[in-house]
Structure formats: structure tokens, C-alpha cells
């Protein structure tokens, strides 16, 4: 286990150009391995055969007929009976493919023919072939030098020469040697083709995979620029539809998305710095005056202080709506899946923000359809959007004007009966920080729109802002929330 660990620290340790290879090797080495042997085996079972077959074919040796005795020479182990047999250089006439013979007697004795050359170890077993029914069996044996051979033993009466009839077993053996010979000479020549096809595999898949690699080091080469010189938003050229191109339009759209994000970021501060100037330089100035006042000991009228006290509360007032407002809008552009979305009773919100805008403008009259509908999203959010809307609303209507609130199948709007909107500032009017040049002196940061745009673009639904329908005064906001009318179980 421990070399197992090992091997697989130093495999991970490797470039993947390197891993490639190595893996392409592999898989082309086990390829060729199975196909190697499946053909060493086909090839070996195809020898064998041809041998068995060969002993199935052969005649039962250069026996006598049974009417006459066999001229053997016998002994009481293999050894001793082919000792006994006489030299001769004569042919056999009846063994043109050189099998051996040799003969097993009931009595354990080993006989054999005149011009027998080799003998065959015997086995426990072989005497046995008398007493089954089988004529004839084949096994694997060996000569009395080693070498290997394989046998065919059949049963047979022969006669002695002292005239007695004996049964005998007879077995014929061809030399193997030969095959094992062709069969490891054919290990070899595979073993060798099966080396050169990995190492041409590894120096193939190494240029294959530096081929394959290349939009990857592409890729890795901006990566690192990126890292280096922070400078996001660099993308690199796509080729085909396959996974490095996947991976690369990933990367190119992430790179966009970063260099985005840092273009709001930027923007967002550039805008909130310049937003919290005015109300922080307001409110500085108005400090100095009455530090300079109390230490020269000319103490302002109380008139003129009361006044200078009330514009530091309403500058502290405008910096607290505006930092609540820019933590609003520190949240990414897209949904955040950790936020509370529960279902929400929205006409409820409606009423809740109906209440305080009541209070904001107690000279206003409202004229309300609130009706029942239920939404997923963020409860605060949603009743702050709500709100800002009719602050807007509020801000802009004339002393005893009327703002019409109507909530019906998941659509909310709200009209103010101000001096409206000119139609070549509507495509800002949900900019952060924008605010029309005709109510620049009015409070506000120019954030209550972006809040509400983004708000109910998390919620899933749709807003609008522009002239009030029928071509008569004022503005209409148009909120659409996706919901139903009743509450879900």
C-alpha cells in the first residue's frame, strides 16, 4: 500500500502533459499486452492440437500380430528396457513421423521395440487404462532427458515370446519441444513489438498531448498575465465546440464578469465619494463656525445656531440614508442564494410601506387597490423597494396632491401627480447616483431607483418607470412580481 501511495504521489506530482503520456502509454502497453497473449494462446492451443491430432493419427507402432511374438526388450523401469534394446542405425518403415513407442505390461515391466531410441516416463496411473472402458487416453509426459512430450496411451494384447497372450498398454510419444521452441520465440517477438508500440505510444501521446494542450497553455498564459497585471476583462480566441473551448468561453465570460464587477466597483465608489462629500463638507463647515465661534468667545445668536444645529441633523440624516442605501447596493448584481427568500404576503408589505408614507407626506391624499398576493424573495428588501417607490412618489407630488397605490395580480403601481419625468432622461432614471439636474436641490442620493431595479430583478420580476397613463401630470412606476393570489402550502 505504502508504494501504492507512492506511485500515485509521484503520478500526481507530474504535469499533465506528462500524465497524458504516460497514461496514453499505458493504455496502448495493455492493449497490445491482451492482444499479445490472446494470440500466444490461440497460437499455442493451435500447436498442441496439431500434435494431438499427429497422435491420434499414428498406428499402434511396429508391433507383431497378435499371432506371432513382438521382439521387445524389456526392463523394470524405462531406463533399464531402452538399455536393453541393441544399437541399430536401421530405418523404421513404420515410424516416418518419429514417434516413440514404448510398452507397459501388467507387471509393471517397460518393453520395447528394436529400434525404440528414446523412452517416456512412466506413471502410476498409466496401468490403469487396462481396467476402464477407454481405448485410448492422452496426457503430458517427458523423456528421460527432459525434454517434453505428449502421449497417447492405448490398450493392446501382445504376444510373448514364450507364446502367452498379455494385455499391455502402449504409449506413443511426440517431442514438444519444438512447439515450446516456436512458442517462447513467439513470447519473444511479441514482448519485443509490444516494447516499441509503448514507446512509440509514450512519444506519441507526448506530441499528442502537447498538440491537445496547447489552448491550455493558452489559457495559462493569460491566467498568469491576468495575475500579474491585475488587468481583467483580457480574453482569448475560441476554436471549435469542444471542452477546451467550453473551458475557454468559461474563462472569457468570467474574465468579462470580473472586469465588469471592477468597472461598478470603481464607479460605485467614484460616485459614493463624490455623494458623501457634499453632506461631510456641509457638515464641516458648520462645525469650524462653532469651534471658531466658542474660541473667540462671540457666541452665535440663537437663532442663527438653532438653524446651523437643524442643517447638521439633516446632513447626519442624508449620510445615514446614504450609507444605507450603499450597503443595499454592495450586494452582487445577481441573486444571492444564502439571502431569507421566504414566501412573502406582498400586499402586507404594500400596506406596512403605505403607513409610513403617510407619514411622510400628511398633506398627500392616497387612493389604494391593495389586494392579496404571495411572492418568493427577501421580506426587507421588498418593503424597502416599496418604500422607496413611494418616497419618489411623495418627493415629487404638489402640497394636497394624490398618489394612486394599486396592487392587482402580482402588478404594483404607483403614480405621483408631480411634473413628471422628461422622456430623454427615462433610460436613466434606475442609474445609481443619477438624479434629474431639475431636482439636484431636492434630498436624496440618487439611489432609491437602483435599489428598487435591483431588488425586484432578484425577486424574479420586472419594473418601469415613465409618464402617467392618459397624458395627464405626474409619473407611474410599474412593478411586476412573479406570485398567485393565494398562499402556498
Known sequence: MKLIG????????????????????????????????????????????????????????????PDQASPLHCGTTPAEGLAAVPANSGL?????????YQLLLTDGSVCFPDTATKAVEVQ???????????????????????DSAQVRLTATTIRLSNGTKQPAVVLTALPTSGVEGSLNSLALLMAGIAGLGVIGAGFTGRIVARSALKPVDRLTDVVEHIARTEEVGTTIPVHGKD???????????????????????????????????????????????????DAQGRALPAETRARMLGNMKAQMQELTVLIGDLLQLSRPDTPNPEAVRTVVPFHETVGRA??????????????TDVRPWYVHGDPAALERAVINLLDNAVKYSPPAGTIEVSLREGRLTVRDHGPGI?????????????????????????????????????????????PAPGGGPGTQAVVVLPGQPTEPR
Not at 502410476?124 to 523423456?143: E, H, M
Not at 436613466?428 to 434629474?436: A, L, N, Q
Request: glycine share 8%; charged share 20%; with cysteine.
Open 124 to 146: 502410476p496411473d498409466d496401468i490403469a487404462l487396462l481396467s476402464t472402458p477407454k481405448s485410448q487416453v492422452f496426457r503430458a509426459g517427458s523423456y528421460l532427458n527432459g
Open 6 to 65: 507512492r506511485l500515485t504521489g509521484w503520478f500526481r506530482g507530474k504535469s499533465l502533459r506528462s500524465r497524458l503520456a504516460m497514461l496514453t502509454a499505458a493504455a496502448v502497453a495493455v492493449a497490445i499486452a491482451v492482444a499479445a497473449g490472446a494470440c500466444w494462446l490461440v497460437v499455442r492451443e493451435k500447436l498442441y492440437q496439431d500434435v494431438h491430432d499427429n497422435l491420434a493419427a499414428a498406428p499402434r507402432g511396429p508391433m507383431a500380430p
Open 92 to 100: 523404421d518403415r513404420f515410424n516416418s513421423q518419429k514417434y516413440d
Open 243 to 293: 471542452e477546451i473551448a467550453r473551458l475557454s468561453t468559461s474563462f472569457n465570460s468570467m474574465s468579462t464578469a470580473l472586469a465588469n464587477s471592477r468597472e461598478r466597483q470603481t464607479r460605485l465608489i467614484a460616485d459614493a465619494g463624490h455623494e458623501l462629500r457634499t453632506p461631510l463638507t456641509s457638515l464641516r463647515t458648520n462645525v469650524d463656525l462653532l469651534i471658531r465661534s
Open 422 to 466: 422628461p422622456a430623454e432622461e427615462l433610460p436613466y432614471v434606475f442609474d445609481r447616483f443619477w438624479r434629474s439636474p431639475s431636482s439636484r436641490q431636492l434630498p436624496g442620493s440618487g439611489l432609491g431607483l437602483s435599489i428598487v431595479a435591483q431588488t425586484v430583478q432578484d425577486t424574479g420580476g420586472q419594473v418601469s418607470l415613465g
Open 354 to 367: 403605505l403607513e409610513r408614507g403617510r407619514l411622510r407626506g400628511p398633506s398627500l391624499v392616497f387612493e
